[in-house]
C-alpha cells in the first residue's frame, strides 16, 4: 500500500480534488490496462499518446482516482480526479514525498550498460524483499519510470535500489531533482544513446553528475575501465570512491570460466559456483558482493546468494528447444552489449553451428553506420556460422563481414523467424540481439517445433 488517500495526495500535491470522500490509494499506474482495485491512474500526455484518452478504462477497472490535468479529456461521472497543470511533474513530486518517508538509504545505478543487471543482482544479494530492500522494477529508471518505482517502494523499505537512465542532456538532473542517492554505482560509460547525447565525453559527463551528487558521507562503486572514462569529473566528487576490478581481486583463483559453469575460489566469499554466463555478468555480481557486503550482509550467506544469482529476462537468458541452445539476449542493444554478447557466443562449447540473429541498435546518432559496421567486424571474429541481420542495423552489421560469414538480411523478426524454421538443426546455438524497436523476442513465439513440423507433413 501507497500509505496514502485521495486527500492526501492533494494536499502534497496542492491539487484540486472533485471527489466526496478520501479513499485510500494501493499503489500508482500510468498504464490503464495495468490497473486493478485501489489504484491511483497518473494521466501523462505522452508524444503518442495522451493517458486521458484513457480514464473511462482505468474507472471501470477500478482506480479510486485519477490524476489529471485541466481541459485534457473526458472525465467519468463519479470518477475522483486530481486535477494539477502537469501530471509528469507531479507524479515526480509524489515520488519525491514518498521517498522523504522511506528511512531508507538510496542506492543509484547508472551506466551505459548493466544497469538493470546490476540493480536485479544486487537486490538479490541483499535478501530482496524478505529483508525489505525494494529494487525498481524492469528498468523503471526514466522521468516517467524512476518516480513510479519510487512509489512501489514498502514503507517498511530497508534499502531502495533505483536505477537512473538518461538519453539526452539535462535529463539526470530531472531526475536527481526526484531522488538524490547517497551511493551510486557506475556500470560502465560507452557508446549509447548517442543520438540525444551526442559522443562518449557527453555521457560521461552526464553519467558523472549521479555520482557528483552523492554526499561526502556516501559511496560511489566503479571499476578501473569507468574509473579512466571519468578521470577529468572525478575531481569534485566528494563521496569516497572505491576503484576495483573484481575479477583482479589478489588471491582469486578462476577454476573454470565455460559459460553456465564459472567455478572459483575468492579471497572473501570462499569456494563459488556460479551458473552465469558471460564475464561481466561475474563481474557485476561479485561489485553488488561488494556493495551488499558493505551493507551488513555476512560473507557466508552472500556465498550462498552468489551461487543462486538468476540475471534479468531477456540479458543472456538460456533456452533449450528441440535440441537447439537460445541466448536470448534481445531485451536491448548498444556497441558495448554486442560485444559481450559475442563474446560469450564466441566462446560458447559444443556448438555445432553458431547462427546469430542481430538487428539495429537504435540512437546511435551520426556514428550509427560505422559502430553497426564495427559489429560486422566482430561476427567475422566470433566464428559465426550465419548471420541474419534484421533491419538497417542488421544490414550494415552483414556489410561490416566483409564476406567472411554467411549471411541473410530481412526486414522484421517475422522474416528471421521464418528463416530460423527452415533452417536450425539439433545441436545448433542461436543468439538473439537487437534494440527494443527491433523486438526479436518475437521469434521465440513463432518457432516452430519439429514435432509440430512432423505433425503438418503428415496429415
Same mark, same amino acid.
Given at each position: 500500500?501507497?500509505?496514502?488517500?485521495?486527500?492526501?495526495?492533494?494536499?502534497?500535491?496542492?491539487?484540486?480534488?472533485?471527489?466526496?470522500?478520501?479513499?485510500?490509494?494501493?499503489?500508482?499506474?500510468?498504464?490503464?490496462?495495468?490497473?486493478?482495485?485501489?489504484?491511483?491512474?497518473?494521466?501523462?500526455?505522452?508524444?503518442?499518446?495522451?493517458?486521458?484518452?484513457?480514464?473511462?478504462?482505468?474507472?471501470?477497472?477500478?482506480?479510486?482516482?485519477?490524476?489529471?490535468?485541466?481541459?485534457?479529456?473526458?472525465?467519468?461521472?463519479?470518477?475522483?480526479?486530481?486535477?494539477?497543470?502537469?501530471?509528469?511533474?507531479?507524479?515526480?513530486?509524489?515520488?519525491?514525498?514518498?521517498?522523504?518517508?522511506?528511512?531508507?538509504?538510496?542506492?543509484?545505478?547508472?551506466? @551505459?550498460?548493466?544497469?538493470?543487471?546490476?540493480?536485479?543482482?544486487?537486490?538479490?544479494?541483499?535478501?530482496?524483499?524478505?529483508?525489505?530492500?525494494?529494487?525498481?522494477?524492469?528498468?523503471?529508471?526514466?522521468?516517467?519510470?524512476?518516480?513510479?518505482?519510487?512509489?512501489?517502494?514498502?514503507?517498511?523499505?530497508?534499502?531502495?535500489?533505483?536505477?537512473?537512465?538518461?538519453?539526452?542532456?539535462?535529463?539526470?538532473?530531472?531526475?536527481?531533482?526526484?531522488?538524490?542517492?547517497?551511493?551510486?554505482?557506475?556500470?560502465?560509460?560507452?557508446? @549509447?544513446?548517442?543520438?540525444?547525447?551526442?559522443?562518449?565525453?557527453?555521457?560521461?559527463?552526464?553519467?558523472?553528475?549521479?555520482?557528483?551528487?552523492?554526499?561526502?558521507?556516501?559511496?560511489?562503486?566503479?571499476?578501473?575501465?569507468?574509473?579512466?572514462?571519468?578521470?577529468?569529473?572525478?575531481?569534485?566528487?566528494?563521496?569516497?570512491?572505491?576503484?576495483?576490478?573484481?575479477?583482479?581481486?589478489?588471491?582469486?583463483?578462476?577454476?573454470?570460466?565455460?559459460?553456465?559453469?564459472?567455478?572459483?575460489?575468492?579471497?572473501?566469499?570462499?569456494?563459488?559456483?556460479?551458473?552465469?554466463?558471460?564475464?561481466?555478468?561475474?563481474?557485476?555480481?561479485?561489485?553488488?558482493?561488494?556493495?551488499?557486503?558493505?551493507?551488513?550482509?555476512?560473507?557466508?550467506?552472500?556465498?550462498?546468494?552468489?551461487?543462486?544469482?538468476?540475471?534479468?529476462?531477456?540479458?543472456?537468458?538460456?533456452?533449450?528447444?528441440?535440441?537447439?541452445?537460445?541466448?536470448?539476449?534481445?531485451?536491448?542493444?548498444?556497441?558495448? @552489449?554486442?560485444?559481450?554478447?559475442?563474446?560469450?557466443?564466441?566462446?560458447?562449447?559444443?556448438?555445432?553451428?553458431?547462427?546469430?540473429?542481430?538487428?539495429?541498435?537504435?540512437?546511435?546518432?551520426?556514428?550509427?553506420?560505422?559502430?553497426?559496421?564495427?559489429?560486422?567486424?566482430?561476427?567475422?571474429?566470433?566464428?559465426?556460422?550465419?548471420?541474419?541481420?534484421?533491419?538497417?542495423?542488421?544490414?550494415?552489421?552483414?556489410?561490416?563481414?566483409?564476406?567472411?560469414?554467411?549471411?541473410?538480411?530481412?526486414?522484421?523478426?517475422?522474416?528471421?523467424?521464418?528463416?530460423?524454421?527452415?533452417?536450425?538443426?539439433?545441436?545448433?546455438?542461436?543468439?538473439?540481439?537487437?534494440?527494443?524497436?527491433?523486438?526479436?523476442?518475437?521469434?521465440?513465439?513463432?518457432?516452430?517445433?519439429?514435432?509440430?513440423?512432423?505433425?503438418?507433413?503428415?496429415?
Amino acid at each position: 500500500m501507497l500509505g496514502l488517500n485521495t486527500q492526501e495526495v492533494a494536499q502534497v500535491l496542492g491539487a484540486n480534488l472533485f471527489t466526496d470522500a478520501p479513499q485510500p490509494i494501493r499503489r500508482v499506474v500510468m498504464d490503464s490496462r495495468a490497473v486493478v482495485p485501489g489504484d491511483l491512474f497518473v494521466a501523462l500526455v505522452g508524444a503518442r499518446t495522451d493517458g486521458h484518452e484513457h480514464l473511462r478504462q482505468a474507472f471501470e477497472k477500478g482506480a479510486v482516482a485519477a490524476l489529471v490535468q485541466p481541459d485534457h479529456g473526458e472525465r467519468p461521472t463519479g470518477f475522483a480526479c486530481l486535477v494539477v497543470p502537469d501530471t509528469l511533474k507531479a507524479l515526480g513530486a509524489l515520488a519525491r514525498f514518498h521517498i522523504g518517508r522511506l528511512q531508507a538509504p538510496v542506492i543509484g545505478i547508472t551506466g @551505459s550498460v548493466g544497469k538493470t543487471t546490476a540493480k536485479d543482482f544486487l537486490f538479490q544479494l541483499l535478501g530482496g524483499a524478505a529483508e525489505n530492500a525494494f529494487a525498481a522494477p524492469a528498468s523503471y529508471n526514466s522521468e516517467v519510470g524512476l518516480p513510479l518505482a519510487i512509489l512501489g517502494a514498502p514503507l517498511d523499505t530497508k534499502t531502495l535500489v533505483l536505477e537512473f537512465g538518461i538519453n539526452a542532456p539535462g535529463e539526470m538532473e530531472i531526475l536527481l531533482g526526484i531522488a538524490r542517492p547517497r551511493y551510486v554505482w557506475m556500470t560502465a560509460i560507452g557508446a @549509447s544513446h548517442l543520438e540525444g547525447l551526442g559522443g562518449v565525453e557527453t555521457v560521461a559527463f552526464e553519467k558523472a553528475k549521479l555520482a557528483e551528487a552523492a554526499p561526502e558521507n556516501g559511496r560511489i562503486w566503479i571499476d578501473e575501465v569507468v574509473a579512466e572514462a571519468m578521470q577529468e569529473h572525478r575531481l569534485i566528487w566528494q563521496a569516497h570512491l572505491e576503484v576495483r576490478d573484481p575479477l583482479m581481486e589478489e588471491g582469486l583463483k578462476v577454476q573454470s570460466r565455460t559459460p553456465g559453469n564459472w567455478v572459483f575460489e575468492h579471497p572473501r566469499f570462499g569456494a563459488l559456483h556460479m551458473k552465469l554466463h558471460a564475464e561481466h555478468e561475474i563481474a557485476s555480481a561479485l561489485t553488488a558482493a561488494r556493495i551488499a557486503s558493505f551493507f551488513g550482509v555476512p560473507d557466508n550467506v552472500l556465498q550462498k546468494r552468489l551461487t543462486q544469482l538468476v540475471p534479468p529476462q531477456g540479458r543472456m537468458t538460456v533456452i533449450h528447444r528441440d535440441g537447439v541452445t537460445i541466448l536470448d539476449d534481445a531485451y536491448n542493444a548498444n556497441p558495448l @552489449s554486442m560485444h559481450a554478447a559475442l563474446d560469450v557466443f564466441k566462446s560458447w562449447p559444443h556448438a555445432q553451428r553458431r547462427i546469430a540473429v542481430l538487428g539495429s541498435m537504435k540512437e546511435l546518432g551520426a556514428s550509427s553506420e560505422v559502430l553497426h559496421r564495427e559489429v560486422g567486424h566482430w561476427v567475422s571474429e566470433a566464428q559465426v556460422d550465419l548471420l541474419i541481420g534484421v533491419g538497417s542495423g542488421g544490414a550494415w552489421i552483414a556489410q561490416g563481414t566483409a564476406d567472411a560469414v554467411n549471411c541473410r538480411v530481412v526486414d522484421d523478426a517475422a522474416a528471421a523467424a521464418a528463416i530460423l524454421n527452415q533452417t536450425l538443426q539439433e545441436g545448433d546455438v542461436l543468439l538473439l540481439k537487437a534494440s527494443r524497436a527491433e523486438a526479436l523476442e518475437r521469434i521465440l513465439p513463432m518457432w516452430k517445433s519439429k514435432a509440430s513440423s512432423s505433425l503438418e507433413a503428415g496429415s
